[in-house]
């Protein structure tokens, strides 16, 4: 069970390199998410036989040969689950799921949205390459409508799902957005992420070079990225672009895209509360993606607290304890009506 | 009270009663209360609840009959009985679906106000067959037992309908009196159930009162019966389900492994109750969760065991066909997992109230690819207790998932259990490595030479650190493999380890003649009572038949083939169309025959001596004679 070790000797990223050759295709983007998360889990004080990376299958779910912890490499779109009986079990254990949009969204959608609704504590990290890659290139949930792939010829008719947006439906009490191409925001998100008590989920904007290459270009190149994406902070008004010119408005309900002279943002851009108990503003910004002339939002959308379903769980059963007095298996074996038979 | 008449009182060593009536009068309810008082009168008792699918499905039609059926007995019994002795009705829908079972003589007890043009319509009775003389056959007595609860209620507060609902504790009150059974143990029971509500309890205790001295005083009837104690070992002895037994073993089972329990299930007939009844137990430590899927139930069981806990999940034959490609991971993985398949008609939705053995090939064979996997059967309701550790025993000790097949005839069944002392039963070791099994790296898949099991490393523990999955590893490291030797080993190595259980098994045991003989009666699982009662009775009727009776289908006892040869003919009554008959005629070569049921009933005793009787076995003396030969 959990061992009682005196506080970890300071572990390195060197310590999370397991020796297992990477089979990543070359220029693919799980390199770098790997790499950053091997550089996070250093930084989180627990010790390495505390952690559990958990996966699917996909691309992105080979993740735990690669990071010397213990790992399950489990089935399609299950890992949630695994990690939830782990976890309940185990609520000593440091958890990490690694899932991707194939995996976690589609054959894994129902136990994605189940997990974060549990508030199960654990960090879900969602590779969203919006493409099948390790069964060669069909359409994926989160693939744009018309999407010419192997298995949709003449163009998907498939209106794609909005990871964030499915999260926040989901009650999810920390949902965040990093990509690729940007290590440092991704390390200070997944280390926000991982001391997040309660289901943490994460989508990473990641690059298949074989199958999807450059879906997320507008925010991956370092060039277009400021216009192209907003960097939500909290507290922080809703200011973006290359010299920080432009501004996300609300008229009433309605996000409206503004520029000014970057000085003092202009009446109506509000400021982000990642906060909010209502999940409505997250799901306002969530919206942006996909609209004409909106920046995409990257950052944390929300980080509430509620009860982790793992310390409800020990809570029920201290308080059964101590309400129903000692145990006594033997007595319940017995039951309330006996008979006696003598000889 | 009233002064009493004299009445006969006949003793019988059993009776068989059956109380029918549409699903919303309480007839599982009256059948239970009924057998506690039986069980604790010190009969030996067995039961079978039938109940339809839909909660409520319309009043009065036969869709919607619910029925209960006790058998209680001064002797040991192993079945609810072929047919009832007395059959309560409590409308023309339950008279209908019922009265084919009641032999010529029998009891029948009706509720005649219920006997209306409208539900006599809805039961496709063109007249009244209380009055129309077509029931001469039977001992038919008439109650107006909807217009008596009304006139004994008539201070209670309570409103029609609420008074009306009071009927089944008249009618349970008659059959009381006509079995001569003591009402306490249903008014403590009434008492402690509707203690927030007083005037429910009155009342309930007034029709109870009603009934019984409805059958004291009046005129209607010239006897009743008593069935004395049964010869039973002496002990303590309760009341057990084979779901309640289950859940027992499972959590005795963590007890004895010094560990906690986990069980994750998903809501299903007939096996939610396994759930239910766990959920309860949250003050031993036991963690239930109720998944949001089938999938997401043994995934969890699986993450569980991964973590050190004694991991279980429970379904029926459709949860289980969901539950199959997680199946084959915990093969792959070598993690040790119990599922408990409580077996239903099928397929698909199938029959979900009703009983079946038809997941029988599924349980051994229903996975992709070479995936082995243990799989144990109890054969009576208070033998889940025992199947549910055993299963745990052979999961820890061989690291393998092990399947148990119950059924809904076990799961709602019955049956007086002997209490089993905590003390009795054995420890279950269990050893997660603290240190690693090489020179450097930790070897998951270095096994025991012995059991071929690999070690339990759990999370946690320093210097362990290693990653499992689903894809093919290399012998003792675990890395992934694709090298074709390799996956060749693999796949043998695990079947070699779940095929070495066999040498850590009961052999089979034969009931009869153990050298063999003419004809032998194999069975498995919850055909248990009838096959063993239909024997008994042929061989005391000099027939050369003897019986055997499977707890371990996968692997199969050791002396399985020997007991098989041993005898001229083999005989395997199922509720299935012939599984257990077509893995025999596989592995054994030999040319069973089958007898088949599939109605969602058990089978009766007399169907197995009749099929006994066809097959004409040679007399014993004869089967002696021949043996000397
Ligand atoms: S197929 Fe795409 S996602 Fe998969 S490893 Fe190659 S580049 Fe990465």
Redesign the interface.
């Known amino acids: 069970m959990a061992t009682e070790t005196a506080t970890p000797p300071a572990l390195t990223k060197k310590d999370f390199i397991a020796g297992q050759d990477v089979r990543w295709c070359p220029g693919c983007g799980d390199y770098a998410i790997l790499s950053t998360a091997q550089g996070v889990l250093p930084k989180l004080g627990i010790a390495r036989e505390n952690i559990v990376v958990i996966s699917g299958i996909g691309c992105s779910s080979r993740f735990p040969y690669y990071v010397n912890t213990y790992g399950f490499h489990s089935i399609h779109g299950r890992a949630p689950t695994f990690a939830t009986g782990l976890k309940l079990a185990r609520p000593d254990l440091s958890i990490w799921i690694v899932t991707g949009d194939g995996d976690g969204l589609s054959i894994g959608g129902n136990h994605l949205i189940h997990i974060l609704r549990r508030n199960v504590d654990c960090t879900i990290l969602l590779f969203n390459n919006r493409i099948y890659g390790l069964t060669k290139g069909q359409c994926s949930p989160t693939s744009e409508m018309n999407k010419k792939t192997k298995s949709t010829p003449l163009g998907s008719i498939d209106y794609p799902v909005n990871p964030i947006s499915l999260a926040l439906a989901a009650e999810a009490t920390f949902i965040a957005r990093t990509l690729d191409t940007d290590p440092k925001h991704m390390g200070k998100i997944l280390l926000q992420a991982a001391q997040h008590k309660g289901t943490s989920f994460v989508e990473i904007f990641q690059n298949c070079i074989i199958f999807n290459d450059k879906a997320f270009e507008s925010v991956s190149d370092k060039t277009t990225r400021p216009d192209n994406a907003i960097y939500l902070e909290h507290g922080q008004p809703l200011v973006y672009g290359k010299d920080g010119h432009r501004a996300i408005r609300l008229n009433g309900w309605k996000p409206e895209p503004v520029t000014f002279d970057g000085a003092v943002p202009p009446d109506g851009v509000p400021v982000h509360d990642e906060t909010a108990e209502d999940p409505s503003w997250a799901y306002l910004l969530s919206r942006m993606d996909h609209q004409e002339g909106f920046p995409v939002p990257m950052g944390v959308f929300r980080r509430v607290h509620r009860d982790t379903y793992e310390d409800l769980m020990t809570r029920q059963i201290d308080e059964a304890r101590k309400k129903l007095g000692p145990d006594d298996l033997q007595n319940l074996l017995t039951g309330e009506d006996t008979w006696t038979v003598s000889q | 009270m009233s002064e009493t008449r004299r009445i006969a009182v006949e003793d019988l060593d059993n009776i068989v009663i059956r109380f029918a009536g549409d699903s919303g009068d309480g007839m599982q309810l009256t059948g239970m209360q009924f057998t ?1 008082t039986s ?4 009969n030996d008792i067995s039961t079978l609840p039938d109940f339809p699918a839909e909660i409520r499905a319309p009043a009065g039609s036969l869709a919607g009959v619910s029925g209960f059926q006790v058998n209680f007995s001064n002797f040991d019994i192993r079945t609810p009985g072929d047919a009832p002795t007395a059959l309560v009705v409590m409308n023309p829908a339950a008279l209908k679906t019922n009265l084919s079972d009641l032999d010529t003589g029998g009891i029948l007890i009706a509720n005649e106000d219920a006997f209306t043009p409208d539900n006599l319509r809805q039961a496709g009775y063109a007249a009244n067959p209380l009055e129309d003389g077509g029931l001469k056959a039977y001992r038919l007595y008439k109650v107006p037992i909807t217009k008596l609860v009304d006139n004994a209620l008539k201070e209670s507060p309570l409103t029609f309908r609420q008074k009306e609902r009071c009927k089944n504790f008249f009618a349970l009150g008659l059959a009381y009196w006509m079995f001569s059974r003591p009402l306490e ?1 249903t008014l403590k029971w009434i008492k402690e159930k509707f203690k927030k509500n007083p005037d429910m309890a009155d009342a309930n205790v007034r029709a109870l009162n009603a009934g019984f001295y409805y059958g004291e005083t009046t005129e209607s009837f010239e006897v009743r019966y008593q069935v004395r ?1 049964a010869k ?9 389900t084979g779901n309640e037994a289950m859940a ?1 073993g499972l ?2 089972a963590a ?1 004895k492994a010094g560990t ?1 329990l ?1 069980m ?1 299930g998903y809501p299903i007939t007939p096996a939610s109750d396994i759930l239910h009844e766990l959920a309860k ?5 036991v ?1 239930t ?1 109720q ?3 089938e ?15 004694l ?1 279980v999940t429970a379904s029926s034959g459709p949860g289980i066909a969901l539950k199959g ?2 199946i084959g ?1 915990a093969i792959m993985l070598e993690l040790p997992l119990v599922i408990c398949d409580v077996q239903r008609g099928g397929p698909s939705t199938g029959l979900p109230t009703k009983t079946e053995q038809a997941d029988l090939l599924q349980a051994i064979c229903g996975r992709n690819s070479e995936s082995p996997l243990a799989v144990i059967a109890p054969a009576t309701p208070g033998e889940c207790f025992d199947m549910a550790f055993e299963a745990f025993r052979i999961a820890t000790k061989y690291m393998t998932p092990v399947m148990i097949l119950s059924d809904g005839y076990l799961a709602n069944g019955a049956e007086p259990w002997a ?4 003390e009795d039963l054995p420890e279950i070791p269990v050893v997660h490595p603290t240190r690693t099994n090489g020179d450097g ?1 930790f070897l998951p898949y270095k096994r025991d030479p012995r059991t071929l099991a690999r070690p339990w490393a ?14 093919e590893k290399a012998d003792v490291t675990g ?2 493999s694709y090298d074709p030797d390799n996956h060749e080993h693999m796949v043998r190595t695990r079947q070699a380890k779940v095929d070495g259980i066999a040498a850590d098994i009961p052999a089979l045991e034969i009931f009869g003649s153990p050298s063999g003989g003419d004809l032998l009666v194999l069975g498995w699982g919850s055909t248990y009572g009838a096959i063993a009662s239909a024997v008994e009775q042929a061989r005391q009727d000099g027939m050369d038949v003897s019986a055997a009776h499977l707890r371990y289908m996968n692997p199969f006892p050791e002396n399985l083939g020997d007991v098989l040869k041993s005898f001229g003919r083999v005989l395997i009554p199922e509720m299935n169309l012939g599984q257990l008959r077509m893995l025999v005629r596989a592995r054994f070569l030999v040319d069973a025959m089958g007898l088949n049921k599939v109605k969602g009933q058990p089978f009766k005793i007399k169907e197995i001596f009749q099929k006994i009787l066809d097959l004409r076995p040679k007399s014993l003396a004869a089967g002696r004679r021949a043996a000397v030969a």
Do not use: M, Q, W
């Open positions: 506690d069980a604790i009168l010190g143990s104690k039973i070992a002496p002990g303590t002895y309760r009341k057990i027992l959590l005795c007890e906690h986990f994750a137990h949250r003050k031993f430590g963690k969760f998944a949001e899927d999938i997401s139930a043994i995934g969890a069981a699986i993450g569980a065991a991964f973590g050190g806990a991991a490609e997680a991971l209490v089993r002392k905590l790296a759990i999370p946690g523990t320093p210097g362990l650190e290693h990653r499992i999955g689903g894809i890395n992934v």
